[in-house]
């Protein structure tokens, strides 16, 4: 049975963390952190890099695995609601201004972002989720139009700087900064476990959820909070790195089935792993020069879409 198979996500992360750390510009073997300098640099940047393509691994992750549900469309993922766009377009302009707070200026966007959308239904008695959608799609497209209107009258240093950031990139970070990120997505995404026989009702539909004793208006906001927020909190520190969200679902629930009391936690294991691959990668495989994470992501998922909706087309 598929679910015989609940076991394998962490022990793919253990295999992730025990790998990844080695990898980069310069090889590094245990028997290196005998020397004190060695073992500096490796516990100052490798690891927080690590920890933070773990976290936002799994925070995208779980995110898109979120919107999926509630919003019952597979191509639903963090970008959805426009909270992304929203945030980079605040790490634009603070980019414009010649502000250094790139993070705060990005968590603001995101936040503005998901204010303009519940500001849509804030009079309404229902919100829907093909609503929601939509609603995502025009944020993302004003966002967007904004962002090249900025780069269009930007010199070229902050052309550049404002095109590298939209790639997306895991650095190192202080480790009073990666806990405070934990601090704010870690229990967010215990609650979306923990909740997880709700989202298997409510991507049964609306009235189905509801007929079962459901808050479905409630759950559903609650649901978008914690999506968006996971997701604001990880861009203002990564930039948007697509594909995480989107594909990582798909790929395991073709191992674990759709019920999301096993699907939401492999996702996180998952996730987390795919992500740390794919920083490690960013930084070996054309060392010591250094790819931009979001490059590979979108590398491997973008035909790793392809490949996942052509099996699905073929079941049918």
Same mark, same amino acid.
């Given at each position: 049975?598929?679910?015989?198979?609940?076991?394998?996500?962490?022990?793919?992360?253990?295999?992730?963390?025990?790998?990844?750390?080695?990898? +980069?510009?310069? =090889?590094?073997?245990?028997?290196?952190?005998?020397?004190?300098?060695?073992?500096?640099? %490796?516990?100052?940047?490798?690891?927080?890099?690590?920890?933070? +393509?773990?976290?936002?691994?799994?925070?995208?992750?779980?995110?898109?695995?979120?919107?999926?549900?509630?919003?019952? $469309?597979?191509?639903?993922?963090?970008?959805?609601?426009?909270?992304?766009? +929203?945030?980079?377009?605040?790490?634009?302009?603070? =980019?414009?201004?010649? =502000? @250094?707070?790139?993070?705060? +200026?990005?968590?603001?966007?995101?936040?503005?972002?998901?204010?303009?959308?519940?500001?849509? %239904? =804030?009079?309404?008695?229902?919100?829907?989720?093909?609503?929601?959608?939509?609603?995502?799609?025009?944020? $993302?497209?004003?966002?967007?139009? %904004?962002?090249?209107?900025?780069?269009?009258?930007?010199?070229?240093?902050?052309?550049?700087?404002?095109?590298?950031?939209?790639?997306?990139?895991?650095?190192?970070?202080?480790?009073?900064?990666?806990?405070?990120?934990?601090?704010?997505?870690?229990?967010?995404?215990?609650?979306?476990?923990?909740?997880?026989?709700?989202?298997?009702?409510?991507?049964?539909?609306?009235?189905?959820?509801?007929?079962?004793?459901?808050?479905?208006?409630?759950?559903?906001?609650?649901?978008?909070?914690?999506?968006?927020?996971?997701?604001?909190?990880?861009?203002?520190?990564?930039?948007?790195?697509?594909?995480?969200?989107?594909?990582?679902?798909?790929?395991?629930?073709?191992?674990?089935?759709?019920?999301?009391?096993?699907?939401?936690? @492999?996702?996180? %294991?998952?996730? @987390?792993?795919?992500?740390?691959?794919?920083?490690?990668?960013?930084?070996?495989?054309?060392?010591?020069?250094?790819?931009?994470?979001?490059?590979?992501?979108?590398?491997?998922?973008?035909?790793?879409?392809?490949?996942?909706?052509?099996?699905?087309?073929?079941?049918?």
């Amino acid at each position: 049975m598929k679910s015989d198979h609940r076991f394998w996500p962490p022990l793919l992360m253990v295999a992730v963390i025990a790998l990844t750390p080695w990898l +980069g510009s310069e =090889i590094v073997s245990p028997s290196a952190l005998a020397d004190p300098n060695e073992l500096s640099i %490796f516990v100052t940047f490798r690891v927080p890099r690590l920890l933070l +393509g773990l976290l936002a691994g799994a925070a995208l992750s779980i995110a898109g695995c979120l919107f999926q549900a509630v919003l019952r $469309n597979p191509l639903a993922d963090p970008f959805t609601l426009g909270v992304s766009s +929203g945030a980079a377009l605040g790490a634009v302009i603070v =980019i414009f201004l010649d =502000i @250094a707070w790139i993070w705060t +200026g990005s968590t603001l966007g995101a936040m503005a972002a998901l204010g303009l959308i519940a500001s849509m %239904f =804030i009079r309404q008695r229902r919100i829907s989720a093909t609503g929601l959608v939509l609603a995502g799609v025009s944020v $993302n497209s004003v966002c967007a139009s %904004f962002i090249i209107l900025l780069q269009s009258v930007s010199g070229f240093a902050k052309s550049f700087s404002v095109t590298t950031w939209l790639v997306g990139s895991v650095d190192s970070l202080a480790y009073s900064s990666l806990a405070f990120y934990a601090a704010v997505i870690v229990p967010l995404m215990l609650w979306i476990v923990w909740k997880a026989p709700d989202w298997d009702l409510l991507s049964m539909g609306d009235a189905w959820a509801a007929g079962r004793g459901v808050p479905v208006r409630t759950l559903l906001v609650q649901a978008c909070l914690a999506g968006s927020i996971l997701t604001a909190a990880t861009v203002s520190l990564t930039g948007p790195i697509g594909f995480v969200g989107l594909i990582v679902p798909h790929l395991v629930r073709h191992r674990t089935g759709a019920s999301h009391r096993v699907l939401i936690p @492999a996702v996180l %294991f998952c996730g @987390a792993a795919f992500l740390a691959t794919c920083d490690a990668l960013a930084r070996t495989v054309l060392r010591p020069a250094e790819i931009p994470v979001g490059v590979i992501t979108a590398l491997i998922g973008g035909p790793g879409l392809i490949w996942i909706l052509r099996s699905e087309r073929s079941h049918l």
